[in-house]
Nanobody, 115 residues
Framework: QVELVDSGGGLVQAGGSMRLSCAAS????????MSWHRRTPANVREWVAGMDTGGETNYLDSVKGRFAISRDNGKSTMYLQMNNLQPEDTATYYC?????????WGKGTLVNVSS
């Protein structure tokens, strides 16, 4: 069955960097539509970054220039590189991948940015 395991979260100081990973299994990982989302401590859910089947990327305005989504098909893994993290980036981050028209989600990884 399809499974996504996201990891890489933790505690970081403001200005620091972190890379989240989302390891996929149970299907052929190639040019799937994929994205990262987050849920803040105030329970606000946001789409953060996405990559379409052609590899084009898009970002939430507040993370443009700081975050980068990427994938490694050989490792069946997608990533979110986060630089210059700010306290407002504190959230649980979830990866999402579409497979055969259905969205699949990771269970989330917590990123805590201290000021």
């Amino acid at each position: 069955q399809v499974e996504l395991v996201d990891s890489g979260g933790g505690l970081v100081q403001a200005g620091g960097s972190m890379r989240l990973s989302c390891a996929a299994s149970g299907f052929t990982f190639s040019n799937n539509i994929m994205s990262w989302h987050r849920r803040t401590p105030a329970n606000v859910r946001e789409w953060v970054a996405g990559m379409d089947t052609g590899g084009e990327t898009n970002y939430l305005d507040s993370v443009k220039g700081r975050f980068a989504i990427s994938r490694d098909n050989g490792k069946s893994t997608m990533y979110l590189q986060m630089n210059n993290l700010q306290p407002e980036d504190t959230a649980t981050y979830y990866c999402q991948i579409y497979y055969r028209g259905m969205p699949y989600w990771g269970k989330g990884t917590l990123v805590n940015v201290s000021s």
